[in-house]
């Protein structure tokens, strides 16, 4: 394993993904020095925190390990890093993420909502991610 790679794709995802070493410690409620640490090379991470990346970022761990040079995962937003970053996706997902689980199912369905009403659908985009 080439450390130094890993180190560098932990950097590049985070700020792909449009965060500071700040925010990205909030949302993986960890401490903002084991998140440094861990970019700088100062401490090798762990399997929990590779796999905590990969789920929020939507990256396999295996990319983030350098044992591959595909970063695509099934992850829900990993459809979206090929399109580059969107700052009004990355605001929706930190509050998503700062939800519980019902504020998650409310925001889940309100998005739903303005699809199914037609009134803020992009032309030709008939997806909706639930039916009620």
Known sequence: MDFDLMRKR???????????????????????????????????????????????????????????????CSSPFSALLGQGHDPQFEALRLNYDSLNDEGKEKLTGYSDDLVRSGKYKKPGQYRVAKEA
């Open 10 to 72: 932990l950097i590049e995802t985070r700020e792909f993904n449009g965060y500071n070493r700040k925010q990205f410690a909030e949302i993986l409620k960890m401490p903002y020095r084991t998140v440094t640490n861990y970019e700088n090379g100062s401490r090798e991470p762990g399997s929990d925190y590779l796999a905590k990346v990969a789920n929020v970022c939507g990256c396999t761990t295996d990319w983030l390990l350098g044992l591959s040079d595909d970063a695509r």
